[in-house]
Each structure stands twice: as C-alpha cells, then as structure tokens.
C-alpha cells in the first residue's frame, strides 16, 4: 500500500555540522510534505513545509528538498546545535489526515 | 505550550479495562485528529472529526471510539484493553498554512500503560 518511510532510524552528527535528513514517499498525489520534530516527552512539532510542486523551501537554517522524479524529501539542518537532538518525522498528505514515516532519530554531539 | 490540551498525561489501567482521553483544540480549530504512537509503529492515524462530525478513519480499533462534542473538545474511548494498546496518544488540531498545507498541531500526548 501506501506507505511514507524514512532510510536511516538514526544518524549521528557533530556539533556546528550540518545534518540531512532523508524520507521515501510512494503516494505520489500527496499535495504536500511536512517535516516535524519530537522531542523526548513531546508531542511532534511542526518544522517545514513543502507543496508537492516545488523543489526546494528554506526555513531557519533548515531546508527542504523535494525530488519527486525518485519520491524523495530530505530535511537539512544547518550547523546542528544540541537542541537539534530530537526524532524527525517526515508525513505526507493523505487525504484529511497526514501519513506519518517512522521517525529518524538524531543525536547532536559535541 | 502548542495550544493543544490533553488530559491525562499518564494513566496506568488493567486489562480489560476502559479509559478516556481528554483533548481540547487550539482556539480556532475546528478540526482534532487522534494519534496513536507505540515503538514499533510510529506514529499511526486514528480517527478525525471536524466541527462535531467524524471525517475521516485510520487504523482505529472496534474497541475505540472518539466524539467531538459542540465546545469542539474531543474525548478518545478505549475500551477492553489489551496490553497492546499500551502507547502515547497524540490529538492534534489542524491550521491552514499560508501554502494550503494542513499543518497539525499535536499535544503533549497521554501515555497509557495497560497491565
């Protein structure tokens, strides 16, 4: 079925580096992509969005690139701090609600 | 605080038994979602309701049922518990973005532990 997953479970960065992201979606008539953060004890928060006709999205020193010729999002966030340190979600619009991927748990070290 | 309320924060129950969410919208929203998140399912959609009226299922048990009463306040039945249910369960209300998108924002969650 459908089905919105993500490459790596976790990824360890240094501190000052930048780190990315990556998510697979196969629902290729999505209208859009979300990024969300959560943290330990926390519901998810919103980062980025991303319509399904755009390539790219700048927020805060975080990125959002949509390949939609492979189905792919990645998230990139640029020179990581500590409180990076969290699980980030990619979800993609399903109808009403959002499909939610796994998660990809980053670690921020100094 | 992302304006989204959810009572309680921790609740341990028993088998068998029955227990109720409690969620509160941000002001504005109309629409609630609910969320389920165990450790080896992510984070799974359940049911939602705009404005009173249920909208859309996910993967909502015959064991739950949800409502969304007239002050949009919504309530999450769980009801002949298995230790499986045991998870956070997430509300969440929903916002346009200025880019259409329907952005979610989520409560802190309540974490049900069934033993």
């Known amino acids: 079925g459908e089905s919105v997953g993500l490459h790596l479970p976790t990824l360890s960065v240094q501190e000052g580096d930048n780190s990315i992201i990556n998510c697979a979606y196969s629902?290729?008539?999505?209208?859009?992509f979300i990024w969300y953060k959560q943290e330990s004890g926390k519901g998810p928060q919103f980062i980025i969005d991303?319509?399904?006709?755009?390539d790219k999205r700048q927020g805060q020193r975080v990125t959002v690139l949509l390949n939609k010729t492979v189905k792919h999002l990645s998230l990139q966030i640029a020179a990581t701090q500590p409180g990076d340190s969290a699980v980030y979600f990619c979800?993609?619009?399903?109808?009403?609600?959002?499909?939610f991927g796994k998660g990809t748990s980053l670690l921020v070290t100094p | 605080d992302s304006g989204v309320t959810q009572t309680p924060k921790h609740l341990i129950t028993a088998t068998g038994q029955r227990v109720t969410l409690r969620c509160s919208p941000r002001?504005?929203?109309?629409?609630v979602y609910w969320y389920q998140q165990s450790l080896d399912q992510g984070l799974q959609f359940l049911i939602q309701?705009?404005?009173?009226?249920?909208?859309a299922k996910g993967n909502i048990l015959e064991r739950f049922s949800a409502q969304q009463f007239p002050d949009l306040h919504s309530e999450l039945n769980l009801s002949s518990l298995e230790l499986g249910d045991s998870a956070l369960y997430f509300c969440?209300?929903?916002?346009?973005?200025?880019?259409?998108?329907?952005?979610?924002?989520f409560g802190a969650g309540s974490r049900l532990t069934v033993l």
């Open positions: 309701y705009y404005n009173g009226e249920e909208r």
């Open positions: 002001s504005g929203d109309l629409s």
């Open positions: 979800a993609e619009s399903g109808g009403y609600a959002l499909n």
């Open positions: 629902n290729s008539a999505s209208d859009y």
């Open positions: 969440a209300s929903s916002v346009a973005t200025h880019s259409g998108a329907n952005v979610l924002t």
């Open positions: 991303i319509r399904s006709n755009m």
